[in-house]
């Protein structure tokens, strides 16, 4: 995994990621020195707005294509960012009592508000590695108090070379990369994960950084949460994640990283923001 801290705190020595709200400004490019071609995509600014730091990890506010303004708002971070520890394989965790706090991210990544979750909606570490927290406060209060409005929840399967942010609201900073691909099995230490994406080498995470949304540039919408990445070359181990193909051939990628696909979560939840994993459609372990 992205260790929450240890690896984050070394690496800030290293290569001053804690001065990365510089690297944010670059993102949007600045002056153009031609003018753009016709051809290019549009692209959709992606800022901090909405992004949350934690106390050791990242994450985002982020509603369902479905979700209205008047819902409790969600979180969205990883697994093995939930604060009472990781879920074992296997584990599934609802329902759960929190009262964890988010530092709301302005679109510059400047602390503007202090929310509360209630509750862990959903967390595991088995085939994928997420938490869903609900919030004390709805999208509209959000909205109207502090001027930011929630990232979405795609609910298609992202596509190899789309373009993508992963946005740290613990850092506050952004990466630029590419989908590079999709991985059968991502196995590291007792946690095995499906069809993970593969980062570019561009998209260089740290600890700290996981649960950064990861965000289609072309659309806006959050395609997948960033979790984790090959530190030292070793094969499977925890902080070295594998690749395991169909035929169980594996593959070690040193320095890449990789995120969870969030495509499946929207089926999950119905009216109200409500978690049902019964839902025609769900797919995500159970309980």
Known sequence: MNKPLLAALATLVITGAGMAPAAAAAQTGGAATAPAKRSAPAVKAVDFAGTVSLSNCSGSVVRLPAS???????????????????????????????????????????????LRANQVVYSTMTDTDVTIYRLTSTYAQIKSSYGISALTLSDTHPVAGTAIKVVSGYWKRIYSCNVDGFVYRLKEGDWTWKDSVRYTSACNT?????????????TGKVVAVNNTGNEDGQRCTENNPCEVDANGNVTVRQGINYAEETYQIPACFTTGNKLNLSASGCVLPKP
């Open 68 to 114: 209205a303004d008047t819902d409790p708002a969600l979180v969205l971070s990883n697994g093995h960012c939930l604060e009472t520890g990781f879920p074992s394989p296997g584990q599934v965790i609802t329902g759960q009592s929190s009262s964890r706090t988010f530092g709301l991210l302005n679109s510059a990544g400047t602390k503007v508000a202090t």
């Open 206 to 218: 740290i600890g700290g950084t996981s649960g950064s949304p990861v965000v289609d540039t072309a």
